[in-house]
């Protein structure tokens, strides 16, 4: 009891810290004069003050988390967060429902860019931000920001960064200090945020526009300010530069920092999932492009190789970005972008899917099987790079494999006993649950999610937070020995 005390002590805290991103859009509500002022900082007013009650009435629970109670934590903070980020859109656009708020809030916070909003390009310009800055906030994780302020609070962090950390392996500090650790991936998240920015301004955005797709392409979270996405630019010139971004943000920014220090790029070139990841993105975008040259989707090669390039990056990088209706591209093209949506992130970057690392491990896994087949007795550890990956972490992820399919094989067939049809279930369960934001089908690239009833739309919404949480996070939940002594 004590120690559900302690995570509500917790979670009230976070609650104050999440409050402040609050300010963003209250500026930019200033600055646009858009109307919104008033509902912005009710809502901050909220925020605040649940989190300020919760404290208070826990203040004398404060201490380090045990594994279980990081786990709660956890899943506690990405069901609340979206919960309370509801406020301003039902406040501002009318005839918002609390489903499709919270359906967007939970979006943006995962990064996973899927929307039931149309108009956006009229929206008022403070809401946009909101939309963009919880992107931009959940590509890091906001539990990553709370385990470098919680300590200076008398909360400790490590389970915390242990529970929402994305990969397998997550106890290669950069630093002896976990909090100092959290903190250098934000300085590197923000500093190519604002190169990210200024890119994208001088490329021919506007201050807002700038600022949003920065924010989602830092995230890899997709949402834009306009209905047709970057094809609203048409300029070959900013898909470029979102590409590089994109690139960018599905390597691990632990590989980032380590690089800048070393001020050097053999960082890179020692990291196995980085290597792989890049060179199965662009080697795919080689292919895409020769496809839709072959079969006269377009006259050009190099017309074929901008848009197959832009797309594939965005959705192989879970970002879910579009620069036209790739869904009319011949099948293969659409459904090739999306198996690579679960592979090719890396742990530790702002993507979603299985990731790398794991891809790698199951990849090594099945050479290791066949080796034993012809040699019963052959000792073969296996290496990813220059590390050996013990025998407990392939169990692992094994495991988290099987999981992976048997949630998106339930959570289909529950999209199809409602009624929807196979290839909108199937993309709409593995766009959630890889965090990519569209799927094809009636929730294609050049549609939102607005056509589902309530029911799918809390169905995709789950899919989305245990792809964010990597499924263990929040499966766990559901089991009799975690609720036991």
């Not at 960018?248 to 890179?268: E, I, Q």
């Not at 369960?429 to 056509?451: E, F, K, Q, W």
Request: glycine share 8%; aromatic share 12%.
């Amino acid at each position: 009891m004590l120690r559900s005390l302690t995570v509500i002590h917790a979670l009230g805290l976070m609650l104050i810290v999440f409050s402040i991103a609050y300010l963003l859009p209250i500026i930019a509500s200033q600055i646009y004069d858009d109307g919104t002022l008033i509902d912005f900082m009710l809502a901050m007013l909220f925020t605040a003050g649940t989190g300020i009650l919760l404290w208070l009435l826990t203040r004398r629970y404060k201490g380090e988390l045990s594994i279980r109670h990081g786990y709660l934590l956890v899943v506690g903070m990405w069901t609340a967060m979206p919960a309370v980020a509801t406020l301003p859109l039902m406040l501002v656009i009318n005839n918002m429902s609390f489903t499709d708020a919270y359906f967007e809030t939970m979006s943006g916070i995962t990064t996973t860019g899927s929307t039931t909003l149309s108009g956006l390009d009229f929206l008022p310009p403070a809401i946009n931000i909101w939309r963009h800055e919880l992107n931009w906030l959940g590509g890091m994780g906001i539990i990553v920001l709370a385990v470098a302020i919680l300590p200076l609070l008398g909360v400790g962090g490590r389970q915390l960064f242990k529970a929402e950390t994305p990969g397998p392996i997550k106890d290669a500090a950069l630093t002896p200090r976990i909090a100092e650790s959290a903190r250098n991936l934000w300085v590197v998240y923000v500093a190519v945020t604002l190169v990210c920015i200024a890119s994208l301004k001088l490329a021919g955005m506007n201050w807002l526009d700038a600022v949003c797709h920065a924010f989602s392409a830092m995230g890899l979270g997709g949402f834009s300010t306009h209905d047709a996405s970057i094809g609203y630019f048409n300029s070959p010139t900013i898909e470029f530069i979102m590409i590089i971004f994109m690139l960018f943000a599905v390597v691990n920014f632990a590989t980032h920092f380590l690089a800048w220090r070393g001020k050097s790029l053999s960082a890179y070139l020692q990291d196995s999932e980085a290597t792989a990841s890049i060179g199965i993105i662009l080697g795919s975008c080689v292919g895409i492009a020769l496809l839709l040259w072959w079969k006269g989707t377009y006259s050009g090669f190099w017309t074929a190789l901008r848009h197959a390039s832009f797309n594939l990056v965005s959705i192989a990088t879970s970002s879910g970005y579009s620069s036209l209706d790739y869904a009319q591209w011949p099948m293969f093209a659409p459904l090739w972008m999306m198996f690579l949506t679960a592979i090719v992130a890396s742990s530790g970057s702002t993507g979603g899917g299985i990731k790398m690392i794991r891809t790698l491990v199951l990849f090594k896994q099945s050479g290791r099987e066949l080796l034993r087949l012809l040699h019963p007795a052959v000792v073969n550890p296996m290496k990813i790079g220059s590390l050996i990956i013990p025998n407990n972490i392939v169990f692992s992820v094994l495991g988290f494999i099987f999981l992976y399919f048997m949630t998106i094989a339930t959570l289909n067939f529950v999209l199809l006993i409602s009624g929807m049809d196979f290839i909108t279930a199937l993309t709409a369960v593995l766009a959630s649950i890889n965090n990519c934001g569209p799927g094809l089908g009636s929730v294609g690239p050049s549609t939102t999610y607005a056509g589902l009833t309530d029911f799918q739309t809390w169905v995709c919404t789950f899919a989305m937070l245990v792809g964010r949480l990597e499924i263990f996070t929040v499966l766990i939940l559901f089991t009799p020995h975690f609720w036991r002594r």
